[in-house]
């Protein structure tokens, strides 16, 4: 019974750690989560859950903190998966891992397996499509047989991770980490099948047609945010370095402060933007970059932000400073200004672009575009 009730916990505490992202291997995941339970994994291997366990509670965790948002997300990216595997059609391209199965949570990757002896024959239809991409090749030893993988790690809509396979490993019969059974995966057709069955009526043209036209908010978010990870500010002011690393800190802070509220959450990542545009008048070029894409409301908090630092500093004009006490949002708005003030540390830990705005979309209740 003992070993049960371990089991469990190393379960529920190993799937929280990749449902927030911190681990990605179930390996990894079990080892960090016994140890942190004060367990020798290593003298007590069947005290360890098996990859479907910790994957069953992940994805409990997923419905918990997601809801229906997370099954209108699946049918998306299904259907994002179905439009870049036509591109990639000359390759064999097949759907795995979650996507396919169903078993997504925030932050999962749309994972394609493709067949093709030349990585720069992939990439090329990548760049076609305007995509950003980066290479990556990977050693792993298992059962001490060492096997050498090319991932393409791909960002548009949804993050994609392409798996390169020689092609004559096409029709290979690859085994699941998880059921240790013949891996799932779907040919063009049988995702087209899989997407008629699960969701009739759907017009599979009209849709993959929406999705190629739809300007996707957070990808405008991410193509902000990334230069400002290359302006250098005045260490007099921002000591933490640059402004990237700046704007993840206030982010983490709002995240803490208000951990529901999307507009303060956004408002607080995205409020520098401008500095990569224009720094003489980062307020205005932020504005105008973003202009349609967020509420009037998060708008308000970085058209002011500075002027909040004036209030502050007692050097705001008096109609200025009526002005913004008069808002309803005057109050969040000097929180947004300690939080901005407070994050100009050296060291902490913050997260990644990818996982500030992942969180913040699973916030979202209405698109805005």
């Not at 007692?314 to 901005?340: I, N, P, Q, Y």
Request: glycine share 4%; hydrophobic share 40%; net charge negative.
């Amino acid at each position: 019974m003992a070993d049960v009730r371990i089991r469990r916990q190393i379960a529920l505490l190993a799937a929280r750690l990749m449902y927030e992202r911190h681990e990605s291997e179930y390996f990894t995941a079990k080892r960090k989560a016994a140890k942190q339970l004060g367990l020798d994994y290593r003298y007590r291997p069947g005290s360890l859950p098996s990859n479907r366990e910790i994957r069953d509670q992940v994805q409990a965790l997923a419905n918990l903190h997601e809801g229906d948002k997370r099954q209108d997300r699946l049918k998306d990216m299904r259907l994002d998966a179905l439009r870049l595997m036509r591109l990639l059609a000359p390759f064999r391209p097949k759907l795995i891992g979650s996507t396919l199965t169903g078993h997504i949570r925030q932050g999962s990757d749309i994972d394609i397996h493709v067949f093709c002896n030349h990585v720069s024959s992939v990439t090329a239809v990548l760049e076609e499509q305007n995509l950003r991409y980066a290479v990556q090749h990977k050693r792993i030893t298992k059962h001490n047989v060492e096997r050498s993988f090319t991932h393409i790690h791909a960002e548009d809509r949804f993050p994609y991770e392409l798996t390169l396979y020689d092609e004559d490993k096409a029709n290979f019969v690859f085994k699941s980490s998880i059921t240790g059974s013949a891996i799932e995966r779907a040919t063009i057709p049988e995702l087209e099948k899989l997407l008629c069955r699960e969701y009739p009526g759907i017009d599979l043209e009209s849709e993959v047609e929406r999705l190629e036209e739809h300007v996707d908010r957070f990808e405008l978010y991410r193509l902000l945010l990334e230069p400002l990870a290359d302006v250098k500010q005045n260490p007099a002011y921002h000591p933490e370095g640059d402004a990237l690393y700046h704007s993840l800190q206030v982010f983490e802070l709002a995240r803490d402060q208000r951990p529901w509220d999307e507009e303060f959450i956004l408002a607080a990542l995205l409020h520098d933007v401008g500095k990569a545009i224009d720094p003489a008048d980062h307020v205005s070029a932020g504005i105008a970059a973003l202009e349609g894409t967020i509420t009037p409301r998060t708008a308000f908090f970085v058209a002011h932000h500075m002027e909040a630092q004036a209030h502050i500093a007692g050097t705001l004009g008096h109609r200025a400073r009526k002005r913004l006490e008069e808002s309803e949002d005057f109050e969040d708005l000097m929180l947004l200004r300690e939080l901005d003030t407070a994050g100009r540390q050296r060291g902490v830990d913050v997260c990644s672009v990818r996982d500030a705005l992942e969180y913040v979309r699973s916030l979202e209740d209405e698109p805005y575009l």
